[in-house]
């Protein structure tokens, strides 16, 4: 798998309407070659391809196995959904998807490390209708909350560790040290715990904020 700069991190060769994205690419190096994300890549691709054959079954699937699969393909089933004008679904799976990989980011030693491309790439759509449909968006939000709290990820978190500076540096001739990618796996329920508690407060505040406005 490549390590992308730019928006599209995970994928290169896929064309978002509407979108004009420049992909660069550098060959990972040292233990960031042990994170295999082509699978993911593959699927992303075919979700966002309005010509694939294979995309409903893999909307179905990814929506059934969903802890399987790495945030940046959640936030692709999000698109696709909203692209067949399930709208109130693809809300559901993107702020989902947003949630897990900020859980990602924080458990991610490498504090450069960043999933921002992903909300601002699938982000405007989905969240102009989420907002200008408050009544389900504050009952999808506690819903992606307890999926999060109530499951648990199998996919390989170090994923984000490929949008972050060392793993592009080691990619670029420095040096790929053999390091720990993620967090200690003894503190990750705390550290999901209050990823969830940080979402959920600050939706809470935006959402007060948005109402006041309006």
């Given amino acids: 798998m490549k390590v992308i700069i ?3 991190l995970l994928f290169c060769a896929v064309s978002v309407k509407s979108q004009n994205v420049e992909n660069h690419q550098v060959e ?3 233990i960031y070659k042990e ?7 593959k699927i992303m691709g075919q979700l966002m391809s309005e010509s694939s054959i294979k ?3 893999l909307i179905d699937s990814v929506q059934k196995n969903p802890n399987v699969y790495i945030p940046p393909v959640i936030y692709a089933l999000s698109y696709a959904l ?18 897990r990989a900020r859980y990602d980011v924080n458990r991610c030693t490498d504090k450069t490390a960043s999933a921002a491309q992903y909300n601002q790439l699938f982000g405007p759509s989905i969240n102009e209708y989420a907002f200008a449909h408050l009544d389900i968006l504050e009952k999808t ?20 560790n490929l949008s972050g500076m060392d793993a592009m540096s080691a990619g670029l001739g420095g040096k790929a040290e053999s390091k720990n990618l993620s967090i200690n796996k003894a503190k990750w329920p705390k550290i999901k715990s209050e990823t969830i508690k940080d979402y959920s407060d600050g939706f809470n505040e935006a959402l007060a904020s948005f109402k006041k406005k309006n």
Avoid: H
């Fill in 6 to 8: 730019g928006i599209l």
């Fill in 28 to 30: 990972p190096k040292g």
């Fill in 35 to 41: 994170i295999n994300t082509d699978r993911d890549s």
């Fill in 55 to 57: 995309k409903q079954s």
């Fill in 82 to 99: 909203f692209q067949q004008n399930k709208k109130d679904d693809a809300i559901y799976w993107f702020y989902l998807a947003q949630l």
């Fill in 141 to 160: 939000i506690p819903k992606v909350i307890t999926f999060v709290e109530s499951n648990e990820e199998l996919y390989d978190q170090r994923w984000i």
